[in-house]
């Protein structure tokens, strides 16, 4: 324990003096790169009304929770075209439920905290490689611990919840099971290849030793997950610009097997109970945007796992569709503010759907029973920037609609207030 709090002390103290000590003059004649972020988000829901609710259930009284990160990102070249990155980070606080209760959870930061006291760890440490053929062939290469969704399905209007929208089911990708530990991280080699207006993108990482869990582990044989997305980039004449990406995935690790428990439970279902070697997941999702004349821009995401086996790392989601758009300040001049509007609908499979009913719980949700119906959310935000700082404060509104797959349940509202940094 002094050990981890020493770390508290001296990260807390590096990070204050890089917001109060940075000389801005000698920025260009370093070498090396360091950038500070802080995101700290208040959310409140109502009470709302439910028939039953069970162990992992969103409480159904009036509910409130902070939750807090810190991340200093250090990249130093290394050698021509390669670097090194490393990213401690400092997280703490909590959602709301214990961030239980909700297939598209409504705070997308407490996917990165395991517990409520402020803790401190490596986010990111990896050697990145470049290689530039020429203007438009270049080749990446990145060997180490970072965020999947550092390097996928990524999306310029939706995919931060530090700065945009904070459900997660709109942070990437709802039904993409991806490999990561409790905070986000995994282990693996990553490699991207850019030739003209095409990006091709490939993965093969560590998943976690357990559903949710803080180890994660390697092995060719049990333990595994290989992610590959094709980019197609459009230019229209006018300057607009849009982008789709086609994502599929395959993991493999211990997972439980939901019509197998379903049919050997007795009392409780428990899909701990089914876990063996060897079982697979596999999913694909599409990802589209239009960005015009940095005004605005629209997103959709659709995605799809087979839902035959536990969620592991991600959230339980095994379809989700998401649509929505991205107005920029400059429109009503406010350069620097930014809003948006976006509607999420989630489903479960059908052997997910019965294991609920029956009673099971996942590491997200569980009411004890289950009157399935398709979790729909909608959310709007807008981001105000603070004149002559580098501080944004962003209102939140949600409206979940059959939290947890449940029509006996909800609907329920989210206020939430986000407040954000980065230097």
């Keep these: 324990m002094k ?59 009036e509910e409130r929770a902070l939750s807090l990160t810190s991340t200093l990102y250090f990249d130093l070249p290394v050698w021509k075209g390669a670097k090194i990155s ?44 470049n290689f530039d053929f020429d203007k438009l062939h270049n080749l990446k290469i990145v060997l180490g611990k970072f965020g999947l969704s550092d390097y996928f399905d990524g999306n310029n209007f939706c995919h931060d919840p530090r700065t945009q929208f904070l459900n997660w089911s709109l942070m990437t990708q709802g039904a993409w099971d991806y490999a990561a530990n409790t905070r986000g991280y995994t282990d693996g080699i990553y490699a991207n290849y850019q030739f003209n207006s095409w990006q091709i993108r490939a993965s093969i990482d560590a998943l976690p030793t357990v559903a949710n869990g803080p180890n994660v582990s390697f092995s060719f044989k049990n ?89 592991w790392a991600f959230t339980e989601i095994d379809q989700s569709a998401t649509l929505g758009i991205n107005l920029k300040g400059k429109m009503w001049n406010r350069l620097n503010d930014f809003g948006g509007i976006a509607l999420a609908s989630n489903g479960l499979s059908a052997s997910h759907q019965k294991y609920q009913q029956l009673g099971g719980n996942g590491f997200m949700i569980g009411d004890g029973n289950l009157n399935y119906g398709t979790e729909k959310i909608a959310e709007a935000f807008y981001s105000f920037a603070i004149p002559k700082t580098n501080f944004t404060l962003s209102p939140d509104y949600q409206y979940i609609i059959n939290p947890g797959y449940n029509k006996d349940r909800g609907p329920v509202q989210f206020l939430s207030l986000r407040f954000h940094t980065e230097f």
Aim: glycine residues 10%; contains cysteine.
């Design 86 to 129: 490393l990213n401690p980070e400092m997280s703490g606080g909590e959602g709301v439920s214990g961030a239980k209760g909700l297939g598209g959870f409504a705070n997308g930061e407490t996917f990165r905290i395991g517990q409520t006291k402020p803790v401190v760890y490596m986010a990111r440490m990896l050697l990145e490689q």
């Design 223 to 311: 333990s595994n997950a290989i992610n590959i997305e094709l980019e197609k980039e459009v230019h229209f004449a006018n300057n607009d610009t849009s982008i789709i990406k086609l994502l599929g995935f395959r993991n493999v690790a211990a997972m439980g097997n939901y019509n197998l428990t379903n049919t050997i439970y007795i009392g409780q279902p428990d899909i701990t109970s089914t876990r063996a070697d060897g079982r697979t997941k596999y999913g694909i999702g599409l990802n589209a945007e239009y960005g015009h004349a940095d005004k605005w821009g629209a997103f959709t995401r659709f995605s799809y796992n087979d839902g035959k086996n536990e969620t």
């Design 3 to 61: 050990i981890v709090n020493s770390l508290f002390i001296l990260y807390c103290f590096i990070s204050t003096t890089f917001l109060f000590a940075q000389n801005p003059k000698n920025d260009t004649i370093e070498k090396y790169s360091l950038k500070y972020q802080m995101t700290s988000i208040y959310q409140y829901h109502p009470a709302f009304n439910a028939k039953y609710s069970g162990d992992n259930s969103l409480k159904n009284v």
